[in-house]
């Protein structure tokens, strides 16, 4: 498995959600973290483990809503059960058996910018380019 590519799959997730405006971009994100945390209830290989986890997603999507720190500690989270499902269980994508490694490398860079208060990659590098 390339180990660049999830980093660049990453990036291009954040400059994509730099086209939402706020409050919407947050709160969009909070959505896309609560989904994040069902990824695996079809089939995960956790049996009935795979629901608290639900749970404590949803609970962090919630918080979210308000704060981006949420949202960065809910892709964090997930980084972590992505690892358990590459060790123990089943991959994220049945067809691709690192599938659950490469979204836990690429989950630490969207948590990332969300603990910087997932901003504007766009605006930030048309102010940059400027004289």
């Known amino acids: 498995m390339n180990l660049v590519s999830p980093v660049i799959v990453g990036i291009i997730y954040c400059l994509l959600m730099s086209l939402i405006k706020e ?3 947050r709160h969009f994100n909070a959505i896309m973290v609560g989904g994040a945390g069902a990824a695996y209830l079809s089939g995960g290989g956790f049996g009935p483990w795979e629901l608290p986890f639900v ?3 949803a ?3 919630y918080r979210g809503l308000d704060s981006w720190a949420f949202i960065g500690v809910g892709w964090l989270l997930h980084t972590a059960w992505d690892m358990a499902h590459h060790l ?3 991959p994220i994508l049945p067809f691709y058996h ?3 490694l490469a979204c836990a490398i690429c989950d ?3 948590a990332l ?3 910087r208060g997932g901003p504007s990659l766009i605006a930030l590098v ?3 380019s400027r004289p």
């Open 23 to 25: 409050p919407h971009r």
């Open 55 to 57: 749970a404590l997603m």
């Open 59 to 61: 609970y962090v999507a």
């Open 88 to 90: 123990k269980g089943n």
């Open 98 to 100: 690192d599938s659950s």
């Open 108 to 110: 630490p860079v969207i």
């Open 113 to 115: 910018w969300c603990f």
């Open 126 to 128: 048309r102010r940059g």
